[in-house]
């Protein structure tokens, strides 16, 4: 059944990019709507008082090394799994039907998914970076031949460099732990039984943190992030931002923390990435309020939130992990909803300048409503999805070290700060805006309904994705 | 190893020698009496008309190339020869599959014109 | 001493062994016959029927020789006094030769009829350096592997100057002689060195005269750095490797798809030979001397191909860049090593070959279209042609899941397993690069132009050889596991090699 949750929307992907246009996006949503099906029913049937995988697929694949295709799900992967799944379907909808080359667009939205869902269900070293790196191809393709702004070439070749530099080096940390635990297996759980000596765990931690770092971006190593963003088109940028980067923070939760227990030589990285995570955190706000560009703020507003997720897997307790899991899901829930509002909005105005924007909520009172509502949720209202994530994220790294909580709490405080400025100065102002514009359409609002329920829905029982997360393929340090 | 080839090294000296010292020999004992005639270009003979350096046309390498070629395969009659008596018959066959290439190979140069002037 | 004892040697040759030699050669000896069958067909045959034939005769003869590898699997042994061999390392590489043989056969035929080149001639020549492949790859012989290599290169001389009125093409054959001679020279004079020092040309009884005090031996080193520079020209590898872009964009871009593969492969056959089963004792000294030949290769190859504006030398410094990872598996030795320098030929041979045979394809009457511009929109002229290219080029930067990926995988472990980690690292960084230069050639591929209504027409054959070479780019990087059995099936068994 796992291979079918990434092999579906492969196939379905390939088949769509032959048929003409017009099936595009309606055979692209019945793939994607099939492979949420399936991930649904994998969370229906998962079994949380269970220990290890579940629905494991193993089978030998290169037999010489001891390689194998190993698939499995566990209670942090379930999660992330139907994450990918609902949110490219939310992509596909998302896609406008006269767009260029829909069908081919749409294609390589459904291998991407495909490419993603591997990165999640792998359990084998090699099989995960053969998906890790696959899916890097339809998203440069997306990012460039759809791209918007004046380089879009410049930032998709921007974007595959600095992800495949992180990537090759991880394919020598691969390579390496391949080497140092006996070559004789790459799975996962087997890896994690051998723990190698601090020092050459020191040297492989570098290896692949910089891989994974550099993927959801993390500081600082966001480098690439503000011009791929920017340029990307909004349906591909729904399950960039929604989905790709978890895949880097997901990597570090399932390979770093697990593999690597105690990667000390020069120093302890254990202790340094919680401060990159934080430095994250307050960059990115710092950034946030820098920006007049909307679309520019909430990518930075993502690398904050970002930090949050890395400082929550390097708390090393249960709350800060099992928090920084439940953020994943709500960052790919909320940002999604982001970009979909501000997209909308450029639409209409025709502008993404935030100072160009005033007194919106009088003509379109839904969408200022949803804005509000995603907005809140954004900045960790109570009662919403990120609250819950990022409390627990924090009361983690409380247990870690007093300090960086306190520091990361700034971030906290500015995300109220650029988030509500956001909102007040484009919905409302001295004066309305221009009449004429359209309220959010119908079909519009269709779209963000799930991602809108989820979010009231995590807020409100937040135990019901919590409680599956003891139920580990791997250990971590607090199971 | 290297002393192995130490001889080499005196045959080397000594041919080195024999030449200095011959040349040196005449150059030192001959009678020497140079006059135009014989400081020519060719002491015998008639005086050049036209510079030495001019195109030949490129049918002559070809011919010499094809009589190199052939007259190198020669060569590997006599080892052949030497050791035809241990060969026996599998070596007279496998001279006659040598010659038979040779002759695909001057059958292919006649007929691709190889062997014409013009 | 040495030679008075090869006077007095008894000789004694039955016809069974003559019989069993046979065999042993079998598939050089199918190639051969072919050739000659050819060459005797175009003497015979009207002008207008020798190009089928010939094609037919040489795909008959390849074939054959196919299946006369095959058959030779684990059943091979040494014939003719031990200078030939065919030992399973022998009869992958004649495998490999036979297919790239075909493959490249069937991409000239309709290229030969469009450009109006001599047809037979040129089968002829492609069937002569394939035999010199074969010989090289069944030497177990100093001296059965320069005469491989002088038949290989000298076929190929001629071939890259194929396009007599071209001048370009006269210029790469020039240039491609008299390089290819300094090599040649290069080559003996460190085989005669290796031979004054052991006494010996045979490769298996060099492994045996080698002793304690051989890595002393000045002549015996000085071969070795002989033979290493002629190599390293044969392979293309940097900083040996100024005549492979010059002679790579004259040569007529069949000639060059041919020889981008076979000579490399046909010489990293030598190296591996030579170095890994001749030279064994001595691996830390020819080791160090290689791995400064792959990294200089990885970086100036790497280097030079992002400024190219033709496809022919972008690929000839990306050959350059190919040929020092291969190193990588070379220096690191072992069976592991040597097992991931087959299989990245093998990759190589389907990758390589066929973004050379697109751009054959796509070749005019008048000349080859290798600027990078004349890729432009290529997927929209012929979507089968642009989405392989595509593919050809992920291969090569070595994205999953393609065949170049997991040859790359398989060098850089063996790699670290055998303590070349920093060599594994520059490699690494080097692919960065690269990526660069592949995605250059596939914006190009996908660039929308004015004119694609002009769709490229695909002959039967060539798209054949393509659309099979892009599917195994892909079909082995999914399940590798069937070619890298044979690929260690074919290493051959030297025990305690590298730094590991």
Do not use: C
Not at chain 1, 177 to 189: A, D, I, S
Not at chain 3, 76 to 84: N, S, V, W
Request: hydrophobic share 60%; glycine share 10%.
């Amino acid at each position: 059944m796992l291979t079918a949750i990434w092999l579906l929307p492969l196939a379905g992907g390939l088949i769509v990019m032959l048929l003409p246009h017009r099936f595009a996006k309606w055979l692209g949503s019945l793939v994607g709507l099939g492979a949420l099906g399936l991930a649904v029913y994998a969370a229906y049937a998962f079994d949380p008082a269970a220990h290890g995988y579940q629905f494991v697929e193993r089978s030998p694949w290169i037999q010489q090394l001891g390689v194998d295709y190993f698939l499995g799900l566990d209670g942090i992967s379930v999660w992330l799994v139907i994450l990918n799944a609902l949110i490219s379907l939310i992509a596909i909808l998302a896609t406008p039907v006269d767009m260029r080359g829909a069908g081919r667009f749409v294609g390589l939205l459904l291998v991407m998914e495909a490419g993603m869902a591997g990165v999640f269900l792998a359990v084998n070293l090699l099989l995960f970076y053969v998906f890790w790196e696959a899916m890097l191809i339809p998203a440069y393709f997306l990012l460039w031949i759809w791209g918007e702004g004046p380089r879009p070439l410049y930032a998709a070749l921007k974007f595959v460099l600095f992800t495949l530099s992180g990537s090759l080096l991880m394919l020598v940390g691969v390579i390496g732990e391949y080497v140092f635990t006996g070559g004789r297996t790459l799975n996962l759980p087997d890896l994690a039984a051998h723990p190698l000596d601090p020092a050459v765990q020191f040297g492989l931690f570098f290896l692949f943190a910089i891989a994974f770092a550099i993927k959801i971006p993390a500081f600082p190593m966001h480098g690439w992030l503000p011009d791929a963003y920017v340029s990307a088109p909004v349906p591909f940028l729904v399950a960039f931002a929604g989905v790709m980067g978890k895949t880097g923070a997901y990597a570090m939760l399932r390979i770093l923390i697990p593999l690597f227990h105690h990667p000390v030589l020069w120093w302890d990285w254990n202790q340094v990435m919680p401060v990159l995570g934080v430095l994250g955190i307050i960059w990115g706000a710092l950034m946030a309020l820098a920006q007049r560009d909307v679309k520019r703020l909430v990518a930075y507003s993502s690398v904050s939130h970002m930090g949050f997720i890395v400082l929550g897997i390097f708390s090393l307790n249960a709350i800060g992990q099992q928090g920084a899991v439940l953020q994943m899901v709500n960052h790919g829930v909320i940002i999604p909803a982001l970009f979909l509002l501000v997209a909308w909005i450029e639409v209409r105005t025709g502008t993404r300048d935030r100072a160009a924007l005033f007194g919106l909520a009088p003509r379109m009172p839904v969408l200022a409503g949803v804005f509000l509502l995603v907005t809140l949720a954004a900045l960790g209202l109570p009662g919403l999805n990120s609250f819950v994530g990022e409390f627990m994220t924090l009361l983690g790294a409380w247990g870690l070290s007093p300090g960086l909580a306190i520091a990361a709490a700034i971030g906290l405080v500015l995300a109220p700060i650029y988030m509500l400025r956001l909102f007040q100065g484009s919905m409302y102002g001295e004066r309305s805006a221009p009449a004429g514009l359209h309220d959010l359409r119908g079909r519009e609002l269709a779209l963000l309904t799930p991602l809108l329920a989820l979010m009231f829905g995590i807020g409100l029982y937040p135990y019901f994705l919590t409680r599956v997360m003891t139920s580990l393929g791997v250990p971590l340090p607090w199971s | 190893m290297i002393s192995d080839y130490v001889p080499l090294l005196i045959f080397l000296v000594i041919s080195f020698l024999v030449v200095g010292a011959l040349v040196t020999a005449s150059f030192l004992i001959g009678p020497s009496k140079p006059n135009q005639r014989k400081l020519q270009v060719y002491e015998s003979g008639i005086v050049p008309t036209t510079p030495a350096r001019h195109r030949l046309s490129v049918r002559f390498y070809l011919t010499a190339m094809l009589f190199i070629i052939f007259d190198v395969e020669a060569v590997f009659f006599y080892p052949w020869a030497v050791l035809l008596h241990v060969l026996r018959w599998y070596g007279i066959a496998e001279m006659f599959v040598f010659m038979l290439v040779l002759l695909v190979a001057l059958a292919h140069i006649w007929r691709k014109g190889g062997l014409e002037w013009e | 001493m040495v030679l008075i004892a090869a006077a007095t040697y008894s000789v004694s040759y039955s016809a069974d062994q003559a019989w069993s030699d046979l065999q042993q050669v079998s598939p050089i000896a199918a190639v051969v016959v072919a050739l000659l069958v050819a060459m005797v067909l175009d003497l015979v045959l009207p002008r207008r029927a020798q190009g089928p034939v010939s094609a037919a005769i040489t795909v008959i003869g390849l074939l054959a020789s196919l299946v006369a590898a095959l058959l030779l699997i684990d059943r091979g042994h040494t014939a003719y006094y031990q200078f030939a061999v065919a030992d399973n390392f022998a009869v992958f590489f004649d495998v490999l030769f036979a297919v790239l043989g075909i493959l490249a056969v069937a991409v000239s035929h309709a290229y030969l009829a469009r450009r109006n080149f001599l047809q037979a001639e040129f089968y002829v020549l492609l069937l002569a350096a394939t035999a010199g492949q074969m010989v090289i790859a069944q030497a177990n012989s100093l001296v059965s592997i320069f005469l491989g290599l002088e038949l290989l290169s000298i076929a190929l001389y001629v071939m890259s100057g194929f396009a007599r009125q071209d001048f370009r093409s006269q210029e790469a054959a020039v240039k491609y002689l008299l390089m290819g001679g300094f090599a040649s020279a290069f080559v003996l004079y460190g085989m005669a060195l290796v031979y004054g020092a052991t006494g010996t040309t045979l490769i298996p009884a060099i492994a045996k005269s080698l002793g304690p005090g051989s890595s002393t031996n000045a002549l015996l080193l000085l071969g070795i750095l002989l033979m290493g520079v002629g190599f390293a020209f044969k392979v293309s590898a940097a900083p040996f490797q100024m005549w492979t872009p010059d002679v790579y964009e004259g040569a007529p871009m069949p000639v060059t798809a041919f020889m981008s593969v076979g000579t490399k492969a046909a010489a990293f056959a030598m190296i591996v030979r030579v170095f890994a089963t001749g030279l064994p004792g001595l691996s830390g000294e020819w080791a160090a001397l290689l791995a400064f030949v792959a990294a200089a290769s990885m970086i100036v190859g790497n280097l030079a191909a992002i400024a190219q504006s033709s496809v022919k030398r972008l690929l000839a410094y990306s050959g350059i860049a190919q040929a020092g990872y291969v190193l990588v598996g070379v220096i690191a030795g072992g069976a592991d090593g040597q097992a991931s320098v087959l299989f990245y030929l093998a990759a190589y041979l389907v990758m390589n070959f066929g973004a050379f045979a697109i751009m054959v394809v796509l070749a005019g009457p008048d000349g080859d279209r290798d600027r990078i511009g004349d890729l432009d929109g290529l997927v929209y002229r012929n979507p089968v042609l642009g989405v392989l290219m595509t593919v050809f080029m992920l291969s090569l930067a070595g994205f999953p899941p393609s065949v170049g990926f997991m040859g790359k995988f398989f060098l850089f472990a063996a790699g670290v397993h055998h303590g070349f980690t920093w060599l594994v690292v520059l490699a690494v960084l080097m692919s960065v690069v690269s990526v660069y230069y592949y995605f250059r050639v596939v914006i190009h591929i996908w660039t929308p132009v004015e004119a694609a209504e002009r769709r490229l027409r695909l002959p039967a054959a060539a798209g054949l050889a393509i659309v099979a070479a892009g599917v195994l780019s892909v079909a082995l990087g999914i399940v590798p596991a069937a070619l890298f059995g044979l690929a260690q099936a074919g290493a051959v068994p030297v025990a305690g090699l590298g730094g590991g």
